[in-house]
């Protein structure tokens, strides 16, 4: 198979991620991810410069983390479309890491990405 013959796999679906375990009652909710597309894992520097300057304690890793997830995240109908989602992420990172890290094993088990090279003829 050659580049022109390559056949596009179908998207994994979205998750749901039970958030009320970790949130005062009442605030809690199901929230949406979607599988990352490659856009995703190479965040543009404006963005990474953006949550740097908000954030220049954390790691680099830290910061990826939390802008995969604001960037997969799925928008409830009716949810506001003016916040930024990347602070919003950053914010649920600083002030509730159990859920945060929650959202983090779901996400990475529901869409492991594995990079390593494989061997000729498998998928």
């Not at 013959?5 to 909710?29: H, Q, S, Y």
């Not at 300057?53 to 680099?60: I, M």
């Not at 890491?97 to 996400?107: A, D, P, Q, S």
Request: charged fraction near 25%; hydrophobic fraction near 40%; proline fraction near 4%.
């Amino acid at each position: 198979m050659g580049l022109t013959t390559f056949k596009k796999k179908d998207a994994l679906p979205n998750i749901d991620i039970d958030t009320t375990p970790f949130v005062d009652e009442g605030d809690g909710g199901v929230w949406t991810f979607r599988q990352p597309r490659s856009p995703d894992l190479l965040v543009s520097a404006r963005r990474r410069a953006s949550l740097k300057a908000a954030h220049p304690a954390w790691s680099d890793e830290m910061r990826s983390q939390v802008l995969l997830l604001s960037s997969c995240y799925v928008r409830k109908e009716g949810e506001a479309a003016g916040v930024n989602l990347d602070n919003a992420m950053a914010d649920v990172a600083d002030s509730n890491m159990g859920l945060f890290f929650h959202i983090m094993k779901e996400f990475g088990t529901a869409y492991t990405l594995d990079l390593s090279a494989k061997e000729a003829g498998e998928d």
